[in-house]
């Protein structure tokens, strides 16, 4: 008989040990156990434990906040999976799961995402592949010579206020779904470290006005003769923000070669003087997953035109969100209800998740076998309720 419920400080040693046997790194073991933990943190660390007390498996459920449709929103990022080798056929991760997705959605959480090792395996409770990363690499000196240049720049070393970073961090995520609203320990580990102690490095750009309107982080690092700087996080609230790194970045004759995940709405391929000048490689990111249908499919922009649909929504989980919801608009507000009413669109949870978020449009949905479609009649308005929308999810974990 098994056990799921959060794990005591004094299991945290097993849990570390599993970590570095699945993560394969090695740890000391006299730093198995942290010399403390707050308890909002311990509580986020879950376990599948034997009837011996051994534990079989674990995760990290950590509790953030994120954007979407405007709104704030509960939001948990499932990171630090772990099971034994020698029991993986015990079902441990699938037990905390389905204990724990419901425990979340009751509890207010609105939406879920994870760095998957296998995106089949977490398909299995209802994530879908939602992100896809952009990683762009560059020279400097392939960047125009007319992008627009910042009034002002500092460098913001880390014991130091962030020079506005924050503020200029909000306001771009303001309208982007699944931007996390970073705690003040996510800033720090962010921030951290110098030039000359870990080839750190922080900056912050102005206007005339001597207003924020960028920033950006990023480490560097060398590979023969070539440094390569990978930018770990940017930033901006303007087009002319944006352009202020780029043309910043063109003035670093110390860097051979600039590395960056691209922002969804970032057009690289137009800052340089020849796209050929860009290797481009697009990977597979992070799965998501809604946890309350209802709030989720509330909070969607409506369509300008009015009509409605029914979606019947199928969770493996979640029991709540099964059923059908009839989603109707007036071309300016959106309202949803449950319904007996005949379905227009049946989904997975999965594929539901990833029509919410923009990962594909409704007919990219159909295609995958993610959504059926039942009755044609109502299906513009469906279009334009899944539509394009902005989303930026880069924060690990």
Request: hydrophobic share 35%; aromatic share 8%.
């Amino acid at each position: 008989m098994t056990e799921v419920r959060g794990l005591k400080m004094e299991e945290l040693a097993a849990y570390n040990k599993l970590s570095s046997i699945c993560f394969t790194y090695c740890v000391k073991t006299e730093n198995l156990t942290p010399n403390e933990m707050s308890s909002e943190k311990l509580r986020q660390y879950r376990g599948c434990f034997d009837e011996d007390g051994t534990l079989l498996g674990g995760m990290i459920l950590l509790d953030m906040n994120c954007r979407f449709e405007g709104n704030t929103c509960r939001f948990f990022g499932v990171g630090g999976v772990v099971t034994d080798p020698a029991e993986r056929r015990r079902g441990a991760i699938r037990q905390i799961f389905e204990a724990d997705l419901p425990r979340m959605y009751e509890e207010g959480f609105v939406l879920s995402a994870l760095y998957p090792f296998s995106h089949e395996f977490y398909r299995k409770f209802g994530y879908e592949l939602g992100i896809l990363r952009h990683t762009m690499k560059f020279s400097p000196g392939s960047l125009r010579k007319d992008l627009h240049r910042a009034a002002a720049i500092r460098r913001i070393l880390s014991d130091e206020p962030d020079g506005g970073m924050k503020q200029v961090y909000e306001r771009y995520m303001a309208d982007k779904n699944l931007g996390i609203l970073r705690s003040d320990e996510q800033w720090k580990e962010l921030r951290g470290g110098t030039p000359w102690e870990n080839q750190k490095h922080s900056y912050v750009l102005y206007n005339e006005a001597d207003e924020p309107i960028a920033y950006w982080i990023g480490t560097m690092s060398k590979g023969g003769d070539e440094s390569l700087l990978s930018i770990d996080d940017l930033a901006y609230v303007s087009r002319e923000g944006m352009e202020a790194i780029f043309a910043m970045l063109r003035s670093m004759n110390e860097v051979g070669t600039v590395k960056l995940v691209a922002p969804q709405d970032m057009p690289i391929r137009y800052l340089v003087a020849d796209p050929y000048h860009v290797d481009e490689e697009c990977i597979c990111g992070g799965m998501v997953r809604i946890v309350n249908v209802e709030q989720v499919l509330g909070m969607l922009p409506a369509p300008a035109l009015t009509g409605s649909c029914t979606v019947e929504v199928s969770d493996g989980q979640i029991a709540a969100n099964n059923g059908r919801f009839t989603i109707s608009g007036d071309g300016e507000t959106l309202t949803v209800t449950r319904t007996e009413n005949a379905p227009d669109l049946r989904c997975t949870i999965g594929g539901l998740s990833a029509l919410a978020v923009n990962a594909m449009d409704l007919q990219q949905c159909l295609d995958a076998r993610l959504a059926e479609l039942v009755q044609p009649d109502n299906r513009r308005f469906m279009a334009e309720l899944f539509r394009a929308r902005k989303q930026h999810l880069h924060n690990y974990f």
